[in-house]
């Protein structure tokens, strides 16, 4: 299974960005997938996640509101919309395939490279 995510940049506080996690190597619609970040110093946290059928989604407290996680199955690949984004939303940003239909916050099975974002003040 590969995760490509991409999309990450430098972008001023207040301001958006799309991330984008293309999959590969399995059936991309039978599995849940989830986006975690990881800032300097920090744990990697969750952000949301979205069930396999694109119907069900789940966000961390700090980001809802203000992120849109979404999924083309036709297509497979996950999206990530960030708006109003803010200086402590700056981290390595990564998508992950999970090993069940339903969304959740842990983990999951595999992972992508990580995409930076970077938001200036």
């Known amino acids: 299974v590969q995760l490509q995510a991409s999309g990450g940049g430098l972008v001023q506080a207040g301001g958006s960005l799309r991330l984008s996690c293309a999959a590969s190597g399995r059936t991309f619609s039978r599995y849940a997938m989830s986006w975690f970040r990881q800032a300097p110093g920090k744990e990697r946290e969750f952000v949301a996640g979205i069930g396999s059928s694109g119907e069900s989604t789940y966000y961390a407290d700090s980001v809802k509101g203000r992120f849109i996680i979404s999924r083309d199955n036709a297509k497979n690949t996950m999206y990530l919309q960030m708006n109003s984004l803010k200086p402590e939303d700056t981290a390595v940003y990564y998508c992950?395939?999970?090993?069940?239909?339903?969304?959740?916050?842990?983990?999951?099975?595999?992972w992508g490279q990580g995409t930076q974002v970077t938001v200036s003040s």
């Open positions: 992950t395939s999970l090993s069940t239909a339903y969304t959740t916050t842990y983990p999951g099975t595999y």
